[in-house]
C-alpha cells in the first residue's frame, strides 16, 4: 500500500510519532485505536513480616524489582535500605492486629462448594466486629476453586488484607492454590485444635474450609479459635522463617 493510499488517521499516528522521535529519541509506536496496552505483570513478592528487624542478608535474595513484605513497625537496617534502593525493592509493610487483638480486614473467598458456609462466615465475622472483603464465588452456580482460593490468598499476599478465609468443598484444593502465592502459609483446619496450632506454631495467614465437611457450628469454632490465636513465641518464629527461606529458593 502507497504513502497516499494509508487511512489518514494512521498517517497522522507516522507523522506524531516522527516528530516524538526527532525531539526525544526512540519512542514506542502509538498504538491503534481501540488497542489496549497488557497489564504487567506483578513483581514476585517476599515475605519477611515474621521478623522484628530487616537486614541486608533479609534482601538480599529478594529479585530485582521484585517486592518485599515487612511488618509495620519493623526495623529495616541503613545496609537494607542501600540495597533495596539499588535493587529497586517495592516495600509494603504490613499491618499489624489492633489494640484489642482483632485484624482490621479479612479476604473471604469460596467456591460453589463453599458459598452457603461463606455467607454464614461474613455473618460471623460482622458479629465479631472485624471487617472482610468478598472475592467471591456469590453463587452457587459451578465454578473453579483456584480462582477464588487464589485471589483471595493474592490479596493476603500483597497486604490489602491481613487474614484470609476460604473455603470449598473439602478445603483441600484451596489450600493447595493458596499456599502457591509467595507469602501465604494457608492451613485447612478442621477444629479448634488445629486452628490454634496453624497460628500459634506455623503463623497461618490464610484458614481454608472444607463446607461439605464440617457444620456451620464447628465452622464458627474453628474461625473465632483461628482468630483469636496470635503467633506464638521466638521459638516458633525462627522454625517459620525457615519455611520462608525454603520459599525463596524457588522464587530466583
Same mark, same amino acid.
Not at 7 to 12: A, D, S
Not at 83 to 92: F, H, N, V
Not at 233 to 239: L, S, T
Given at each position: 500500500m502507497s504513502e497516499s493510499q494509508k487511512?489518514? &488517521?494512521?498517517? #497522522?499516528r507516522e507523522l506524531v510519532r516522527e516528530a516524538l522521535e526527532s525531539k526525544l529519541g526512540h519512542v514506542n509506536p502509538i498504538p491503534p485505536q481501540g488497542a489496549t496496552t497488557p497489564e504487567p505483570t506483578p513483581a514476585p513478592a517476599v515475605d519477611e513480616s515474621v521478623k522484628d528487624v530487616i537486614t541486608e542478608l533479609d534482601v538480599r535474595d529478594v529479585p530485582e524489582g521484585g517486592r518485599l513484605l515487612i511488618r509495620e513497625d519493623a526495623i529495616v537496617t541503613p545496609s537494607a535500605q542501600d540495597? $533495596?534502593?539499588? /535493587?529497586? $525493592?517495592?516495600?509494603?509493610r504490613r499491618r499489624r492486629s489492633t489494640a484489642t487483638?482483632? &485484624?482490621?480486614? @479479612?479476604? #473471604?473467598?469460596?467456591?460453589?462448594?463453599?458459598?452457603?458456609?461463606?455467607? *454464614?462466615? !461474613? *455473618?460471623l465475622l460482622a458479629e465479631l466486629g472485624y471487617h472482610y472483603r468478598d472475592f467471591g464465588t456469590f453463587s452457587t452456580e459451578a465454578?473453579?476453586?483456584?480462582?477464588?482460593?487464589? %485471589?483471595?490468598?493474592?490479596? #493476603? %499476599?500483597?497486604g490489602v488484607c491481613d487474614l484470609g478465609i476460604i473455603v470449598d468443598g473439602a478445603g483441600i484444593g484451596s489450600c493447595m492454590t493458596a499456599n502457591k502465592v509467595p507469602g501465604v502459609r494457608a492451613a485447612m483446619c478442621y477444629d479448634e485444635a488445629t486452628a490454634r496450632n496453624s497460628r500459634e506454631h506455623n503463623y497461618a495467614n490464610v484458614l481454608t474450609l472444607g463446607g461439605k465437611m464440617i457444620s456451620p457450628e464447628r465452622m464458627r469454632?474453628? #474461625?473465632?479459635?483461628?482468630?483469636?490465636?496470635?503467633?506464638?513465641?521466638? +521459638?516458633? +518464629?525462627? /522454625?517459620? %522463617?525457615? @519455611?520462608?527461606? @525454603?520459599?525463596? *529458593?524457588?522464587? !530466583?
Open positions: 487511512p489518514e &488517521r494512521e498517517q #497522522v540495597t $533495596i534502593r539499588e /535493587r529497586r $525493592i517495592q516495600l509494603t487483638g482483632k &485484624r482490621r480486614l @479479612i479476604a #473471604v473467598g469460596a467456591d460453589h462448594g463453599g458459598y452457603e458456609m461463606k455467607e *454464614q462466615l !461474613k *455473618q465454578v473453579d476453586y483456584p480462582d477464588f482460593a487464589h %485471589a483471595t490468598a493474592r490479596a #493476603v %499476599a500483597d469454632e474453628v #474461625v473465632r479459635a483461628w482468630l483469636g490465636t496470635e503467633p506464638g513465641e521466638e +521459638r516458633h +518464629r525462627k /522454625r517459620v %522463617a525457615k @519455611i520462608t527461606a @525454603i520459599e525463596r *529458593q524457588y522464587l !530466583k
